[in-house]
Each structure stands twice: as structure tokens, then as C-alpha cells.
């Protein structure tokens, strides 16, 4: 009833910047929080960073000064800037979100299929 698609991953430098984005389609009536993830083999998802539908966001230790997350609720749609990369943050980013459907009052929660991020040289 809902995707989440991402775009935007690659294979940066270290000190490069990437943009990701992620647009949610389908039995959209509301989003409510949306978040960016990550995971690398054999770890936990980590969550990286978070935005409400008001706009206030929170950001992981480790990604804080370097990461934007913003979000158009018109579109529904959820970016995450990430700026002076690092080997470490090489992961793949999922997108995550609370959607409310046109079905009914209570919010479901989704994914994306993740991109790939590499920060190599």
C-alpha cells in the first residue's frame, strides 16, 4: 500500500558530500516522524538521524555537524545531506517513516530497500 524508494547512494572520497533521498508513494494520507538508517554487515541498523512532521530533527553522535535531514510534507518526501564523509559512515541507508493511510486513522511504519553508501578513495 506504500513505498519508499530511495535514490541518491554512490561511492564518494573521504571529505565528499552525498545527498540521498526518499520519496513515499501509495495510501498516503499523513506522515508522521521520518527517519534515515544505516547498517553495514554483521551490525545493528543504526538510526542516524530523525525528522518530525513539524520539522524538529535529531541526529545520531556520529553524524552530528556533518548530516542534514529535511523533509517537504507536500511532496512526502525525506532528504538526508551528508556532508564531510568518512570511511565509517560507508553503509547501506535505509529510509523509514510512520505513514498514516487514507484507509484508516493509525500510522504504519515502513522501509525502504536501502541504497549503498561508499566513502572511498
Known amino acids: 500500500q506504500v513505498q519508499l524508494v530511495e535514490s541518491g547512494g554512490g561511492l564518494v572520497q573521504p571529505g565528499g558530500s552525498l545527498r540521498l533521498s526518499c520519496a513515499a508513494s501509495g495510501s498516503v494520507f499523513s506522515i508522521d516522524a521520518m527517519r534515515w538508517y544505516r547498517q553495514v554487515p554483521d551490525n545493528e541498523r543504526e538510526l542516524v538521524a530523525v525528522v518530525t512532521s513539524g520539522g524538529s530533527a535529531n541526529y545520531a553522535d556520529s553524524v552530528k555537524g556533518r548530516f542534514t535531514i529535511s523533509r517537504d510534507n507536500a511532496l512526502n518526501t525525506v532528504d538526508l545531506q551528508m556532508n564531510s564523509l568518512k570511511p565509517d559512515d560507508t553503509a547501506v541507508y535505509y529510509c523509514?517513516?510512520?505513514?498514516?493511510?487514507?484507509?484508516?486513522?493509525?500510522?504504519?511504519?515502513?522501509w525502504g530497500q536501502g541504497t549503498q553508501v561508499t566513502v572511498s578513495s
Open positions: 523509514n517513516a510512520d505513514v498514516r493511510l487514507k484507509s484508516g486513522p493509525f500510522h504504519y511504519n515502513y
